[in-house]
């Protein structure tokens, strides 16, 4: 089933910062700007000036290497691009895509219709499928960590991608609520917690899509 028509999503990280003398570098990344910090981690945005990109630098006390050189090639996963260590944090640096955290996207639009929803769905479900196992997913989500790219494609962080409690205050999930939360929220605009399976009409397919990958998130759903 092809997606439905969005509106482009507006790019929230590509415009080109002006050089100072003395910003600070992550190798070959030059600091622009926090976008949030706490005393353990941090969440940077950073400029490569030989590309002409912006990256996110994540900034953790753990010096544990999560594996991230060993990144799957997963399209919901940020690409990551390389890491050391600075000032006593460890440092990853990863592509910043365009488009927008989930929330604010969402609070941009509204709710939206099935075809588009069920291809975010489609998206975190490839997404849980494929990372049980892996180091770089966080254990309990926020919504947070989830952004929508300018192709209308879900994202999922490793880390929060906006301050957290920016917008309406959700704390961290379990995995097997994120899709029940994420479709109310496509489907009806507000965000319920405990989950259930949003009250819209659908066709019957579509219905039993739903309900499947809401009550049984960690089985694979039939593609409606």
Same mark, same amino acid.
């Given at each position: ?108 639009? $509204? *709710?939206?219709? +099935? &075809? ?7 998206? %975190?479900?490839? !997404?849980?499928?494929? /990372? ?38 959700? $704390? *961290?999930?379990? +995995? &097997? ?7 109310? %929220?496509?489907? !009806?605009?507000?965000? /319920? ?32």
């Amino acid at each position: 089933m092809p997606s439905e028509s969005h509106p482009q999503t507006r790019d929230e990280t590509q415009e080109i910062p002006r050089r100072q003398t003395g910003d600070p570098r992550f190798g070959p990344y030059r600091l622009v700007r926090d976008v949030w910090r706490t005393e353990r981690e941090a969440l940077l945005v950073a400029f490569d000036d030989l590309l002409g990109r912006r990256v996110w630098i994540h900034e953790s006390i753990e010096d544990v290497d999560p594996g991230l050189g060993e990144h799957p090639s997963r399209p919901t996963r940020l690409r990551w691009l390389q890491g050391g260590r600075r000032g006593g944090f460890r440092w990853d640096a990863f592509e910043a895509p365009s488009g927008a955290p989930l929330l604010r996207y969402l609070a941009r639009r $509204g *709710p939206i219709g +099935w &075809s588009e929803t069920r291809e975010l769905l489609l998206d %975190l479900l490839t !997404e849980m499928e494929g /990372a049980a196992a892996s180091p770089c997913r966080p254990e309990r989500p926020s919504l947070e960590h989830f952004w929508v790219d300018g192709h209308g494609q879900l994202k999922v962080a490793p880390f929060a991608t906006t301050g957290m409690g920016e917008g309406e205050p959700v $704390g *961290p999930l379990d +995995w &097997s609520a994120v899709p029940g939360v994420i479709a109310t %929220l496509c489907l !009806e605009g507000r965000i /319920a917690i405990p989950t259930s399976v949003p009250r819209v009409p659908l066709p019957g397919r579509a219905w039993q899509f739903l309900v499947k990958l809401c009550r049984e998130p960690l089985h694979r759903a039939a593609r409606a």
